[in-house]
């Protein structure tokens, strides 16, 4: 069932405002807080966002010097839930590392350490697609794209000391030819996968066993459109292909022996997608978040078994400020309660702006889209800032109509009950 959809943070040339990629950028902390690296765009770079009402509003929690426009990032939370760590390429094309420090009480980040140079610049072209990984023994391990596309190379550095120092010798995978990769831990394995637009391998960091998982590639030009999430001791890969007609397909490392499963084609799939991000949750249910090509639907599928088989959670529909086709959407690798997406809208058609759409998906409860007026109605936390976007968007194309926000003490919505005279006026809006 959808809980809410809400739109903001608006950023001038914000193209990179959120992608749907392989890296993680939603993550919870110990307290239920639910942070998001978001590139709001020319003027302001890397921000994390934080809600603490289930998503139904987001305030500014701290922003990443020295980085520009096209930068982006990876989080992994600690297991203390009130640690992350994070890598991201600075508007020099460094990749940096830094960690940070939650407060519960405080309601905010503070910087453990200042960012240090995990995998320095090249000379060829910039570097991009950051991602690190802690692996049992306490080692970081942070790779990259050396972004020179005609022999791209995966650039991987380490350090010993909790990210203050790293290999002054970086490894580069230049004898695959990959365009993107990710490193991914288990309690017992840390590896790395490689996606090129022909394949995507893994590299097991312990043996050095290199296996083929997928002989299709991933999807566009930096074959990054592909998601992971880990279970216990396994591994779960959904990837867009790279091929005439793109498609879903998903893969499964059993932690038992060590091996990728064959491909396994997910029900309820569109006929093509560009996109698509895999989440878990405490239960272990996996959900994969697609989009349709061309118009602007994404899809919510969850599986109970291990992704054998998967089910229609919900449909997510953003009126027309989401650009068709281009459904840029991120979803955490994992979650508690419910499941938060963002997607890049525009205001209108070729504008300079970038905002995001946060949709909250409750996948304890079945529904439909319908649902979202309902609870909006029934939960009083989440109603007011439902209630005066439909408000404002009734106003929207009536000339110098006053705003609502101007006419209506937003507080009264907080007492209000249904059955009287302003509910009755929402309740005949058509929805």
């Known amino acids: 069932m959808l809980l809410s959809q809400w739109v903001g943070f608006w950023g001038w040339n914000a193209n990179a405002i959120t992608v749907s990629r392989m890296q993680d950028k939603i993550v919870e902390t110990a307290d239920g807080a639910i942070h998001v690296l978001l590139n709001e765009g020319q003027f302001k770079g890397l921000t994390l966002r934080t809600s603490y009402d289930n998503g139904a509003t987001w305030v500014e929690t701290y922003e990443f010097d020295q980085t520009g426009r096209f930068s982006t990032g990876h989080l992994e939370i600690m297991a203390d839930g009130d640690t992350l760590t994070v890598s991201f390429q600075d508007d020099k094309g460094e990749i940096r590392f830094q960690t940070l420090d939650y407060d519960p009480s405080a309601q905010n980040w503070s910087a453990i350490m200042e960012p240090s140079t995990a ?40 350090s010993t000391d909790g990210g203050l120092t790293w290999s002054t010798e970086v490894t580069r995978f230049g004898e695959y030819e990959a365009a993107s990769a990710r490193l991914v831990t288990t309690p017992e394995v840390t590896g790395v996968l490689l996606a090129t637009d022909t394949n995507i391998s893994w590299l097991d960091g312990a043996t050095g066993a290199f296996v083929e998982v997928s002989d299709l590639g991933s999807y566009q030009l930096l074959a990054s459109h592909y998601s992971v999430t880990v279970v216990g001791n396994d591994i779960y890969l959904a990837n867009v292909t790279e091929e005439e007609t793109p498609q879903v397909e998903f893969f499964v490392f059993d932690g038992d022996t060590q091996t990728w499963s064959e491909r396994i084609s997910p029900q309820n799939t569109f006929d093509s997608e560009a996109y698509v991000q895999l989440s878990s949750n405490a239960e272990g249910h996996l959900y994969m978040t697609i989009d349709e090509i061309g118009t602007g639907l994404v899809r919510v599928l969850e599986s109970v078994d291990g992704g054998q088989n998967w089910e229609i959670e919900t449909d997510i529909v953003v009126e027309s400020r989401v650009e068709a086709g281009f459904t840029r959407m991120v979803a955490p690798e994992y979650f508690t309660e419910d499941l938060v997406i963002f997607q890049m809208v525009l205001p209108y058609e070729e504008s300079s702006r970038r905002g995001v759409s946060v949709t909250v998906v409750d996948v304890d409860d079945d529904g439909s889209a319908d649902d979202v007026a309902r609870f909006a109605r029934e939960d009083p936390g989440l109603r007011r800032a439902w209630i005066m976007d439909r408000l404002n968007e009734r106003n929207a194309d009536e000339d110098d109509a006053p705003s609502w926000r101007d006419r209506i003490d937003a507080d009264r919505w907080a007492d209000w009950e249904p059955g009287s005279g302003l509910a009755a006026m929402v309740d005949s809006f058509d929805l």
Request: no cysteine; net charge negative; proline share 5%.
């Open 119 to 158: 995998i320095a610049g090249v000379a060829s072209g910039r570097i991009s697609l950051p991602n690190h990984t802690m692996d049992a023994e306490g080692t970081l391990y942070a790779v990259a794209l050396e972004a020179n596309l005609f022999a791209p190379k995966i650039a991987l550095s380490t």
